[in-house]
């Protein structure tokens, strides 16, 4: 059975940084992407990042490209997104996901599986 847990999340002031944690199990996830994407109040599940999780290549939406970053680390089979200069909009709950193998995509069509979410608030 396929786990994603995230955590993380919390309450951080603007310019703040928080780290995410993505703990992945259940299945061999060297095949496929796997991304952050975050659901603001009152608005639609929006891509953040993705990285193959072979290779290590990334993509990011253009609002946090250059403040934040996602990696992977093999060993612990665990994805994060450091997330630096936070603002007040990048508050939302956040999502992990894994992909389809061999999909490498910033739509949501494109992951099977998801976690539970964690919330980011980010105070002005």
């Known amino acids: 059975q396929v786990q994603l847990v995230e955590s993380g999340g919390g309450l951080v002031q603007a310019g703040g940084s928080l780290r995410l944690s993505c703990a992945a199990s259940g299945r061999t996830f060297t095949n496929c992407a796997m991304g952050w994407f975050r659901q603001a109040p009152g608005k639609e599940r929006e891509f953040v990042a993705a990285i193959k999780w072979s290779s290590g290549v990334t993509t990011y939406a253009d609002s946090v490209k250059g403040r934040f970053t996602i990696s992977r680390d093999n060993a612990k089979n665990t994805v994060y997104l450091q997330m630096d200069s936070l603002k007040p909009e990048d508050t939302a709950v956040y999502y992990c996901?894994?992909?389809?193998?061999?999909?490498?995509?910033?739509?949501?069509?494109?992951?099977?599986?998801w976690g539970q979410g964690t919330q980011v608030t980010v105070s002005s």
């Open positions: 996901a894994a992909s389809s193998p061999f999909r490498w995509s910033v739509y949501e069509s494109a992951y099977d599986y």
